[in-house]
C-alpha cells in the first residue's frame, strides 16, 4: 500500500467524514487521484464512499478496526516482516497487525507460505505472491476466521518456527487475553504447532483486557508494538525474557 493510502487514512481516522475536495487540498494531488485511492481502499474495506465524500465506519469488524491507528500497525507489521527470512513458512493468525504483516510478506518477500485461519488475510493478499494455506473450520463473520475442533485439527498436520498474533488485552497476572472463546482456543491450537509466538499490536492494548486466556506472558518470545507501551508493562515483559521491539508512534 502506498504512503499517500497510509496518509489518507490517518487523515480519515482524524475527521471519520471528508469531503473529497478537502482531501485532494490536503494531498496536494488531484480529485481525481484522490477518487481513485478512495475506491482501492474502499475494495478493501478500509472505509465506505459517499457522493463527494468518504467516511471511516465505527463498526467493529475487521475492516473498520484495520483503518484505525493504521500508520502504526503498518510500522509494526513492517518491524515483523524483518523477523522472517525469504523461503520461509510462517503461521498467522488474524487481526489488524497480522493482515497488514501477511501483505507485507506476500509482496516484499520470495518464496513465502503463509499459513492461516483468516479468511480476511487470504482475500486480502490474494494478489501477492504468497503461496497460502487455509485452515479449514467453522466461520465466525464479524472476524472473518475459522474456528472449532475443524481448525485445531488441521492445524495439528503443519509445524513452523514462528506463529503471528494478535491480542485483545493484557494483564500483569493473566498475561495476554481475548476477547471470543473460541477463536482464543484456536490460536492456543496453532501455538501448539510453532516454535516461537511473536505478540503484534498497538500499545493501547496493553491497558484493556479480554475475559479469555489467551497465553501466559513466560509462553511468549517476542512483543512488537509502539513506544506508547505502559513503562510497568514494559518492565514486566522483559522481566519475563521477551524481547519487545517498538516502533516510534509519532
Known amino acids: ?40 481502499l474502499e475494495a478493501k474495506g478500509l472505509l465506505k464512499r459517499g457522493h463527494g465524500y468518504a467516511v471511516i465506519t465505527s463498526s467493529d469488524d475487521i475492516n473498520s478496526r484495520l483503518a484505525l491507528n493504521y500508520d502504526i500497525k503498518r510500522k509494526i507489521a513492517r518491524l515483523a516482516s524483518e523477523l ?16 497488514l ?5 506476500a509482496y516484499n ?6 499459513i492461516t485461519n483468516s479468511i480476511f488475510i487470504a482475500s486480502y493478499i490474494r494478489e501477492g505472491n504468497a503461496k ?15 474456528v472449532g475442533p475443524l481448525t485445531r485439527k488441521c492445524v495439528k498436520d503443519f509445524f513452523v518456527d514462528k ?3 494478535g491480542t485483545d488485552g493484557y494483564d500483569f497476572k493473566i498475561g495476554f487475553t481475548g ?28 491497558s484493556e483486557r479480554g475475559v479469555v486466556s489467551q497465553f501466559k506472558t513466560e509462553e511468549v518470545d517476542y512483543v512488537l508494538t509502539d513506544t506508547n507501551i505502559p513503562e510497568e508493562a514494559l518492565e514486566n515483559l522483559k522481566n519475563k525474557n521477551i524481547e519487545v521491539k517498538m516502533i516510534s508512534a509519532d
Not at 101 to 105: D, G, I, Q, V
Not at 132 to 142: F, N, S
Open 163 to 165: 506463529l503471528f498474533v
Open 132 to 146: 497460502l494455506v487455509l485452515l479449514g473450520g467453522d466461520y465466525q463473520p464479524e472476524s472473518q476466521v475459522l
Open 84 to 99: 522472517v527470512s525469504d523461503g520461509e513458512t510462517v503461521m498467522i493468525e488474524s487481526g489488524s497487525c497480522c493482515t
Open 109 to 114: 518477500k520470495k518464496d513465502i507460505t503463509i
Open 179 to 206: 476477547k471470543n472463546l473460541m477463536r482464543t482456543e484456536t490460536v492456543k491450537a496453532m501455538a501448539e504447532s510453532a516454535n516461537k509466538i511473536l505478540i503484534l499490536t498497538e500499545a493501547s492494548k496493553f
Open 1 to 40: 500500500m502506498t504512503d499517500r493510502y497510509t496518509k489518507l487514512l490517518e487523515i480519515m481516522n482524524k475527521n471519520k467524514r471528508i469531503e473529497v475536495s478537502k482531501l485532494a487540498e490536503l494531498l496536494s494531488v488531484s480529485q481525481v487521484t484522490v477518487r481513485k485511492d478512495l475506491d482501492a
Open 101 to 105: 504483516l501477511a501483505e507485507e510478506l
